[in-house]
């Protein structure tokens, strides 16, 4: 662990932001997530950054300030009260989604060789997107009617493996790489 002042690049690099694959931002403050998201950014050029801000109007400056990713705390929030007041069912599921571990899960997966040519709605998980070519398209896109090599899916599946539905991938089955 490194405590310091995650603006000023000798803590971030301290923390090894310099080697990381992903960095997530989330301070108290969206001053300070933008200047560390610059400082991060400026650290590692090829990291992936998903940072937080408090108020939707920054959330085009922190994409400015190099953020892959931008997460609006409040919008969140918002939603998931205006859910639960609409329809209390709808709320609950949705808390379920962001819950950790436990119920249902939102889970990217990789596409299995016995996948290949299938569609979406055939699988045993319940795929809600697709990734192909680094391009997210819905399940009833008409560009995904069959699912090809390389695709990867975003799927809804229970948190835990059940004994009657294995999770794909887990079983020595082989994925649908395009390097196949």
Same mark, same amino acid.
């Given at each position: 662990?490194?405590?310091?002042?995650?603006?000023?690049?000798?803590?971030?690099?301290?923390?090894?932001?310099?080697?990381?694959?992903?960095?997530?931002?989330?301070?108290?403050?969206?001053?300070?997530?933008?200047?560390?998201?610059?400082?991060?950014r400026q650290a590692n050029p090829k990291?992936?950054?998903?940072?937080?801000?408090?108020?939707?109007?920054?959330?085009?400056?922190?994409?400015?300030?190099?953020?892959?990713?931008?997460?609006?705390?409040?919008?969140? +929030?918002? @939603?998931?009260?205006?859910?639960?007041?609409?329809? #209390?069912?709808? =709320?609950?599921?949705? &808390? *379920?989604?962001?819950?950790?571990?436990?119920?249902?899960?939102?889970?990217?997966?990789?596409?299995?060789?016995?996948?290949?040519?299938?569609?979406?709605?055939?699988?045993?998980?319940?795929?809600?997107?697709?990734?192909r070519d680094e391009k997210v398209y819905?399940?009833?896109?008409?560009?995904?009617?069959?699912?090809?090599?390389?695709?990867?899916?975003? +799927?809804? @599946?229970?948190?835990?493996?059940?004994?009657?539905? #294995?999770?794909? =991938?887990?079983?020595? &089955? *082989?994925?649908?790489?395009?390097?196949?």
């Amino acid at each position: 662990m490194v405590t310091g002042d995650a603006t000023r690049k000798e803590v971030l690099m301290r923390a090894g932001v310099q080697d990381a694959d992903q960095v997530i931002i989330t301070t108290n403050r969206d001053d300070s997530n933008v200047l560390t998201t610059l400082t991060a950014r400026q650290a590692n050029p090829k990291a992936w950054i998903i940072a937080a801000v408090r108020e939707q109007e920054n959330a085009s400056l922190m994409k400015q300030s190099g953020a892959d990713s931008v997460i609006t705390s409040s919008d969140a +929030v918002g @939603r998931l009260l205006g859910l639960s007041s609409l329809s #209390p069912t709808l =709320g609950s599921v949705m &808390e *379920d989604l962001l819950s950790y571990g436990q119920g249902l899960e939102v889970a990217e997966r990789e596409l299995l060789v016995n996948e290949v040519g299938m569609q979406p709605q055939g699988l045993p998980d319940q795929v809600i997107s697709v990734v192909r070519d680094e391009k997210v398209y819905n399940y009833f896109d008409p560009v995904v009617t069959r699912l090809a090599r390389g695709d990867r899916l975003i +799927v809804v @599946r229970s948190a835990r493996e059940l004994p009657w539905a #294995p999770r794909p =991938g887990t079983h020595n &089955e *082989d994925y649908a790489t395009e390097t196949d």
